[in-house]
């Protein structure tokens, strides 16, 4: 009956959720408000009183695209240890604490940016926020357990090389990024996790955790007033540095070309893609209306028809723009059985190629944005999901009337914007493949 | 310190009384829960059968009949269905489990009767043909591969309830084994739903912001005119009593070994069940929890650690202690480990600043499920699919109820080693580590 045990792993779902819909629709936008702290800090509260607890979240820009070369994982580790010890509480403590109010109070790293989340009852907000304030301000980052979470990054790493599809994203995102920002999932390599120090994490902390580069979020029972004071009252004191820290500069694109790896398994797991687009980018929203037509749309899309539905090749296959501040990807996700692996690719090529040179139907067009438009306020169906979705409106600067614009954002794209964005940011002649599987098996579709 | 209790409030801690129901004379069950934080709705709707009502020789069939069910019906062409529900702005999708299958829609509150409308047709209209079931096997294959055949802990998991289960079900995977998939037929997938997809053996669910008696009257006029089937043949196997600890071996390409003890445990039938419940949040939840601290942060044996009670599994399944092991530990080490920390439960009592941590974790966590539309439903659909839906509200009562001696004297009959069932995932060999420069040119 608790969350993991409902959501068992015998569970079969009939296809992995789609790819990363974005939304809007009219009267649906949530009551939120923000302000911005004498510290710099910004704070987003979003009154959600029908049930008693509070999300509460910082986000912090402090994501792995600022590892710098040969210390990759840096910003990761940082955050997992967050949690591990401060200047007054052990880690023992800081769990046993936490565990006892049952709460939940973990920190993260992700490409752009890191956050720290807790989710707690209303009648314990007290408690669980002097835990949270006190492992963002005052970490001490032990020996002890700076060798613990190294170790397991180091394990986690090792246990990923068992997931094929994890390595197929490893190898593309080196292959693609080069020495950028992007390059390694945040949670870095062996080789550069084995070598970072205390001194590297303390550093990094120092650097960025400022207050002016945080985006404090609340969602659940509770107003901007009781935020406002509990945030003066814990994170008031917290002052920026003056030190800095700089991403590395972007690679040039590379060369098309065909990785593989080799595995001893019955599928081939590929990623075909190559250099995506910003979030800013104004073509953002024709883009989401495309990859929908295209690949993201699950049961909908073209790719899922012609190689799942039609031909019967693979259980899953989408296709998606990772958003960034620095330009993200774009890519296509499939598994096949190593000698369909021809046609699989065969038919991904024509897709692109058919979304490139074909407008798309009036029919599809009108779909793509009743989908898009109309699961918005699906967006909100939790305080987790709730206080995830402001963090980044905020983060990626889209403005808190972004739910009441989304809509005529994407119904204003028309089939014209659909070919020109297709045009433009699908590149097949520039495509990168990783293949990850028995390579013997593996044959690759003439040209 | 030990009188602090989580009690949230009398609202979160009973769902039971802003539940309506209804049964329709057909036999449909139905469950309305109104929240009005948003307007959206989450229908779901779930039938009384998963791979325990299969044989062996057919296994899978009810999950392959669940990829089906997006295919075609009398009125709509194959991914009809989905098309529709997505061009109206909802997400949809199904699982399948041991003991169930669930469909669901979320979307727009003012869209319900639309989804009410499709799964209503495709309970009874839905048409079978060799053109679109022959490539849906296929999926389903590729499925099996990514799942099972190619992932070590799928594989482990496989075997080791392969060698659990003598007699029940249980023992084979929900998506069946390959030959399995391979040759079922037409007339197989027919019977299966024929007899299993009958409003006389399904719940519907609705939770949002809908008002419960406009609703009940959408779903009896959708489903209303759906006959009943004859009651399916009911699940008669028992497991026998097991007479000794059982290891099954699973040698893959992999990096790290991995272990899984599997004892047979009682469901919330049993009252047993509560204690068992509270158990395994001592043992693994959160970073403070014994197994965790023992051997995660302070022995260093493993990458991680889950304990996972059966609570809700229709017929008595396993109590899983598992986790995957960090580089260059033995598992003798770790089985050493799990063997003294279960002996220390069933020895000594844990103290009361323990157990009420323990219950202050499973309190919160109630209140959190009810976060998501989508969780309440599952959680009313889950209890009443195993008896009553309104025992949920006896479930906080009912832990708050369990003591250390309860703890004692579950881990002592229980979790026991002749009562275990092992699984251990041998690499062969660590997957080689990936690199190389772009080898070919793609053009």
């Not at chain 1, 403590?93 to 989710?119: C, E, N, Q, R, W």
């Not at chain 1, 909908?300 to 012609?306: K, L, P």
């Not at chain 2, 639309?114 to 079978?128: G, H, I, P, V, Y």
């Not at chain 2, 002749?418 to 062969?428: A, E, I, K, S």
């Amino acid at each position: 009956m608790r969350r993991t045990a409902v959501m068992a792993a015998t569970m079969l779902f009939a296809t992995l959720s789609l790819a990363a819909p974005a939304r809007s629709r009219a009267g649906a936008t949530p009551p939120v408000e923000r302000s911005v702290l004498a510290s710099g800090m910004r704070l987003l509260v979003i009154r959600q009183p029908h049930l008693p607890m509070v999300v509460v979240s910082a986000l912090v820009d402090a994501g792995s695209r600022f590892d710098p070369a040969g210390k990759e994982g840096l910003a990761s580790l940082t955050a997992d240890l967050l949690t591990e010890g401060t200047e007054k509480r052990t880690a023992a403590a800081i769990h046993d604490a936490v565990d006892f109010l049952g709460a939940k109070l973990g920190a993260a790293a992700g490409d752009d940016y890191a956050s720290l989340s807790l989710t707690v009852l209303k009648k314990d907000l007290e408690a669980g926020f002097d835990l949270f304030s006190d492992v963002l301000l005052h970490p001490r980052f032990p020996k002890g357990e700076f060798a613990r979470k190294r170790e397991e990054a180091l394990a986690g790493l090792e246990a990923e090389e068992q997931n094929p599809g994890a390595v197929a994203e490893r190898v593309f995102r080196k292959t693609l990024y080069g020495g950028g920002p992007y390059r390694a999932d945040p949670g870095g390599w062996k080789e550069t996790v084995a070598k970072l120090t205390i001194a590297d994490v303390k550093a990094f902390y120092q650097a960025a955790y400022q207050p002016q580069r945080a985006i404090l979020v609340a969602s659940g029972d509770v107003t901007m007033e009781e935020m406002t004071e509990l945030a003066d009252r814990r994170l008031g004191a917290w002052k920026g540095q003056r030190a800095e820290v700089k991403a590395t500069q972007p690679s040039p694109p590379p060369r098309a070309g065909v990785i593989r790896v080799e595995r001893e398994l019955t599928q081939a797991n590929l990623v075909w893609g190559h250099q995506g687009t910003t979030r800013d980018n104004p073509d953002w929203y024709a883009l989401q209306v495309m990859n929908y037509i295209l690949g993201g749309g699950g049961f909908s899309s073209r790719m899922m028809s012609s190689i799942r539905i039609e031909a019967g090749l693979a259980y899953s296959v989408f296709s998606y723009f990772v958003p960034g501040k620095f330009p993200g990807s774009f890519q296509v996700v499939l598994q096949t059985k190593n000698a369909t692996t021809a046609e699989a690719l065969r038919r991904l090529r024509e897709e692109v190629e058919r979304m490139r040179a074909k407008p798309v139907s009036d029919e599809e067009l009108a779909s793509a944005k009743r989908y898009l438009t109309g699961s918005f306020p699906l967006r909100f169906d939790s305080n987790a999901e709730m206080v995830g979705f402001y963090s980044q409106v905020e983060f990626y600067g889209l403005g808190l009337d972004y739910p009441d614009r989304y809509a005529s954002l994407v119904d204003a794209v028309t089939q014209d914007d659909i070919q020109r964005v297709a045009k433009t940011y699908l590149r097949p002649e520039d495509a990168i493949l990783v293949i990850v599987g028995k390579q013997s098996d593996i044959q690759l579709p003439e040209r | 310190m030990l009188t602090l209790s989580n009690r949230a409030g009398a609202d979160a801690d009973s769902i039971g009384a802003r539940v309506r129901e209804a049964t329709l004379a057909n036999g449909l069950k139905i469950l309305v829960l109104p929240v009005t934080k948003a307007p959206v709705v989450t229908l779901q709707i779930w039938y009384r059968v998963g791979s325990r009502n299969e044989k062996l020789g057919t296994t899978g069939l009810s999950h392959l009949l669940e990829h089906l069910m997006f295919k075609e019906t009398d009125k709509l062409k194959p991914e009809e269905f989905s098309r529709i529900i997505q061009a109206n702005g909802g997400e949809l999708n199904a699982f399948t489990t041991a003991d169930y299958t669930a469909y669901f829609e979320t979307l727009s509150a003012d869209r319900l009767p639309l989804a009410l409308e499709l799964e209503a047709d495709r309970m009874s209209n839905l048409k079978l043909r060799e053109e679109t079931t022959e490539p849906e096997k296929r999926v389903v294959m590729e499925e099996r591969r990514l799942r099972s055949v190619d992932n070590p802990w799928g594989a482990l998991y496989e075997e080791m309830n392969a060698a659990a289960f003598r007699a029940h079900p249980y023992m084979w995977p929900v998506i069946g084994w390959m030959s399995d998939i391979q040759s079922a037929t037409l007339a197989d997938i027919r019977d299966h739903y024929q007899t299993y997809y009958r409003p006389n053996n399904a719940i519907v669910v609705v939770v949002g912001n809908v008002d419960p008696d406009a609703t009940i009257d959408r779903v009896r006029g959708a489903f209303g005119p759906i006959a009943a089937g004859p009651a399916p043949r009911p699940v008669t196997e028992v497991e026998p009593p097991q007479l000794g600890e059982r290891r099954v071996i699973v040698k893959k390409e992999a990096n790290l070994p991995a272990l899984v003890w599997a004892y047979k445990v009682p469901n919330i039938k049993s009252a047993d069940s509560y204690a068992l419940e509270v158990l395994s949040t001592i043992l693994s939840d959160g970073e403070s929890s014994r197994l965790y601290r023992k051997m995660v942060i302070d022995e260093r044996l493993l990458l991680d650690v889950n304990a996972d009670n059966p609570l809700l599994s229709l017929d008595p399944n396993l109590f899983t202690l598992s986790g995957q092991l960090l580089p260059d530990k033995k598992v003798e080490d770790v089985e050493a480990m799990l063997e003294k920390e279960i002996e220390a439960i069933a020895s000594r009592p844990v103290s009361d600043r323990e157990l009420q941590k323990a219950k202050n974790q499973i309190e919160a966590q109630f209140v959190f499920a009810q976060d998501s539309n989508f969780y309440q439903a599952m959680l009313l659909a889950r209890v009443e699919l195993i008896g009553d839906w309104r025992s949920l509200d006896g479930y906080l009562p009912a832990i708050r109820k369990v003591g250390a001696e309860d703890l004692r004297r579950v881990a002592r009959q229980y979790l026991v080693p002749d009562q275990r069932t092992v699984g251990v995932l041998v690499p062969t060999g660590p997957a080689k580590h990936a690199a190389a420069p772009p080898s070919e040119m793609l053009h």
